[in-house]
């Protein structure tokens, strides 16, 4: 259920960030104003957002909406916040279970930059968001303050000002609530994007907080380095937990072949999907051959819809020795049957495999847990991608 506030005559919309919703604990934000920072992987002259009550239980009503360039932290930069308005309006009412969109706003924002979103929780609780935003945002003192810290915020920041701002917002969140998108029209179209549709891995869990180091976020930099026309923008539709074929608990998201639809398939300007999913079906004791049922339907439906579809090899872990069996026997289906049913095949595995081989995971890529990768072992896997091979850089 969906309700895109004003008809788009430009068909040119193109995501530039992206937060996989799920469904959220309460965490007792009505009537306080929340910041929510985001990093954008695509840039443009206007920007629309997008806000989701997918697994509310009543409606959802902000208001006070507006987003600015991130100077740093909290400060944003001089005479760029603007308001954020809905058929008009500057409260919008969300029903539960809908989606929505904001009219466009006319608001030049940088590839590879940071934007803040503020809004007041006026009735309801926001029970859709993403729990692991691996970013830290900002949460006020009861209260409408989305107005008066834009007027802070556009002057210069002396100590008072930002005393100020500190007292207003005194709590953080590595959370996004209720923001799931953030499109562009670009300056110059087309842009493509990319979808990375995963788990933890793609999600980013045990990267450097703030610093935007997931691996999409990797393969974004990349991207934008190789200078090619079209330009691509990768947006990241990784949930922590999340599994191929079950759904075992709220947070950790539907399974990938239902949400596959409204994640990856319906995303605007979506042309490319890169497949990393896995480790949890092994880990939770599914077979090796419902894994590679799973794989093949999930790249059926996606070359349904006439995208570009990748594979790419699950990330040695910590496995039982049965689960390590279920995972060779995988991979070695995604190495040799998987160029039949994907386009190309993404050798995450070994990038990042022990240097003795084997289940286990590279120290040097290890973020502590034997099975997330840290900094280095993200930047291995967007090195893994052969950006040749995608649409906006399509090379052979």
């Known amino acids: ?72 932290g909290l400060v944003l930069q001089e005479r760029s916040v603007q308001p954020v308005l809905f058929h008009g309006q500057e409260t919008a009412s969300i029903e539960a279970g809908a989606d929505i969109s904001s009219d466009p706003i006319h608001l030049h924002v940088e590839a590879l930059s940071n934007l803040a979103i503020s809004f007041v929780v006026a009735e309801g609780d926001i029970l859709t968001g993403h729990f692991v935003a691996t970013q830290t945002s900002y949460v ?45 029209l670009p300056e110059k179209p087309p842009i493509n994007a990319v979808v990375t549709l995963g788990d933890s891995t793609t999600d980013g869990y045990g990267s450097t907080r703030d610093t935007n180091r997931r691996w999409p976020d990797y393969l974004a930099r990349r991207l934008a380095a190789a200078g090619e026309t079209p330009a691509m923008s990768v947006l990241n539709a990784g949930i922590g937990g999340n599994e191929l ?22 995303q605007p300007g979506v042309t490319d999907l890169i497949v990393q999913i896995g480790i949890n079906d092994v880990r939770s004791d599914a077979s090796a051959s419902s894994i590679i049922d799973g794989l093949q339907q999930l790249a059926t439906w996606a070359r349904e819809k006439h995208l570009r579809v990748f594979g790419t090899t699950i990330l040695p872990a910590v496995y039982t020795p049965e689960q390590a069996v279920r995972w060779q026997t995988v991979n070695a289906w995604i190495r040799e049957q998987g160029p039949q049913w994907f386009d190309a095949i993404f050798e995450f595995a070994t990038a990042l495999q022990h240097p003795e081989g084997g289940a286990k995971l590279d120290p040097a ?14 930047q291995r896997m967007a090195e893994a991608v052969d950006i040749a091979q995608l649409t906006g850089n399509l090379s052979v």
């Open 365 to 378: 890529c290890d973020s502590g847990d034997g099975t997330h990768p840290n900094d280095i072992g993200y």
């Open 245 to 266: 074929l079950a759904y075992r608990t709220p947070l950790s998201g539907e399974a990938t072949l239902h949400r596959l639809a409204w994640d990856a398939l319906e």
């Open 140 to 184: 006020s003192i009861p209260g409408n303050f989305s107005t008066a810290t834009a007027e802070i915020l556009t002057a210069a920041p002396t100590l008072t000002a930002l005393e100020e701002i500190l007292t207003a917002y005194p709590l953080t969140t590595t959370a996004w609530w209720a923001l799931t998108g953030i499109d562009v």
């Open 1 to 72: 259920m969906s309700d895109t506030c004003t008809p788009d005559p430009t068909p040119n919309w193109v995501g530039a960030w992206y937060a996989a919703p799920i469904h959220m604990r309460p965490a007792g934000l009505t009537g306080r104003t929340l910041r929510q920072i985001v990093h954008l992987h695509a840039g443009g002259e206007q920007i629309r957002l997008r806000l989701s009550n997918r697994y509310g239980d009543r409606a959802l009503t902000i208001t006070s909406v507006s987003v600015g360039r991130v100077l740093f």
